[in-house]
């Protein structure tokens, strides 16, 4: 059995319980991916229901689950899921509701403090962070695994296996950068911060952080929060009409 409370991984072995601190893993490369340690999402209010351990407490404590209800479909599942007997529900307790509260609330200063580290250094601004992290990109081999993974880039003819010149002549590296720029300017106004290219990447270059590094400043001039179902067009695709606004 395995738990997560209080800051700390908690283990049921046979030998007894063990408990590690999560600070301690991360600063260790083992807890949360870095791009999770960035989110501003830790309840997902944008999911039709958010399940977790937030805000159970006293007698329930590690037996229960915490349900939010986000829209009308989360209500209409949890309904019927309540309606079939296949779950016992009862009101939270406020004052579970209330640490709910305040757990979120500090989970989003650390997540604003590990922005503030990943982000520094750079003005945000697409050919200043490829700059920053040229040296890690000099690494890349072009296996094409971040885009491959990236929910973002799905067109079925990708412009970068296109007929033509070869970005990178056979037995060469790295890439091109024009690889990660195209990429960048194709897609960067809608990463979520998925962090699925980092995981990938046989290189370990943190492609993750690098657009999450170019998108905060799409957010910052653009307003636009990729990932919460807004019906406003992309901001590059909509450019004219945004640009109006500034
Ligand atoms: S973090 Fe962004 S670029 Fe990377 S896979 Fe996710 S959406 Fe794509
Ligand atoms: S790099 Fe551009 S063309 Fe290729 S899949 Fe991604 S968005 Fe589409
Ligand atoms: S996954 Fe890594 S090595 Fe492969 S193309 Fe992307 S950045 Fe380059």
Not at 57 to 68: D, H, N, Q, Y
Not at 96 to 125: H, P
Request: glycine share 8%; aromatic share 8%; net charge negative.
């Amino acid at each position: 059995k395995e738990e997560i409370a209080k800051g700390k991984l908690i283990m049921e072995t046979a030998d007894g319980e063990k408990a590690f601190k999560i600070d301690e893993l991360e600063e260790q490369g083992m807890g949360r991916r870095e791009n999770c340690q960035r989110c501003n999402l830790k309840i997902p209010s944008n999911a039709d229901l958010a399940l977790g351990n937030w805000g159970v407490i006293g007698p329930l404590a590690g037996k229960a689950t915490f349900v939010e209800v986000f829209s009308e479909t989360g209500a209409d599942v949890l309904g019927k899921v309540i309606d079939a007997g296949l779950i016992a529900t009862e009101e939270p307790n406020p004052k579970g509701v209330k640490i709910r509260e305040n757990v979120n609330n500090f989970m989003l200063k650390e997540s604003q403090a590990k922005k503030e580290i990943d982000y520094a250094g750079t003005t945000g601004d697409i050919i200043d962070v490829f700059y920053q992290y040229e040296d890690e990109f000099s690494k890349c081999m072009k296996c094409y695994g971040c885009r491959e993974a990236c929910p973002l880039c799905f067109c079925e003819d990708c412009c970068l296996e296109a007929e033509g010149p070869e970005w990178v002549p056979g037995g060469y590296t790295p890439a091109a950068p024009f690889f990660h720029l195209t990429r960048l300017v194709h897609m960067v106004d809608a990463c979520t911060n998925c962090g699925q290219c980092s995981e990938v990447c046989p290189c370990e270059i943190p492609v993750a952080k690098v657009w999450s590094t170019v998108n905060n400043k799409v957010r910052e001039v653009y307003g636009y929060i990729p990932g919460m179902g807004s019906d406003d067009p992309l901001p590059f695709t909509d450019h004219v009409s945004k640009a109006k606004k500034l």
